[in-house]
């Protein structure tokens, strides 16, 4: 099981109430999903750059990781 830690973020007020809205409750989890799929699109981006095939990057890097990159 993978070791969560408390943060404190500052955001603005109204991308704060569209996300916590947009979480179905779990902010928590939203955030999670969010950051995880950013860390993946950079990824793909960095191996596509050295591949030259951006579409394949993000399909192998959703394979390995089981994350849906749009």
Same mark, same amino acid.
């Given at each position: *099981?993978? *070791?969560? $830690?408390?943060?404190? +973020?500052?955001?603005?007020?109204? !991308?704060? =109430?569209?996300?916590?809205?947009?979480?179905?409750?779990?902010?928590?989890?939203?955030?999670?999903? =969010? !950051?995880?799929?950013?860390?993946?699109? $950079?990824?793909s981006?960095? +191996?596509?750059?050295?591949?030259?095939?951006?579409?394949?990057?993000?399909?192998?890097?959703?394979? +390995?990781?089981?994350?849906?990159?749009?």
């Amino acid at each position: *099981m993978t *070791m969560k $830690e408390r943060v404190t +973020v500052s955001i603005p007020a109204d !991308l704060l =109430a569209w996300a916590k809205g947009a979480s179905s409750g779990n902010f928590s989890a939203y955030v999670e999903r =969010a !950051l995880r799929a950013q860390a993946l699109s $950079e990824a793909s981006q960095a +191996v596509a750059q050295w591949r030259g095939d951006a579409t394949a990057a993000i399909e192998e890097l959703a394979d +390995v990781f089981g994350e849906e990159v749009a």
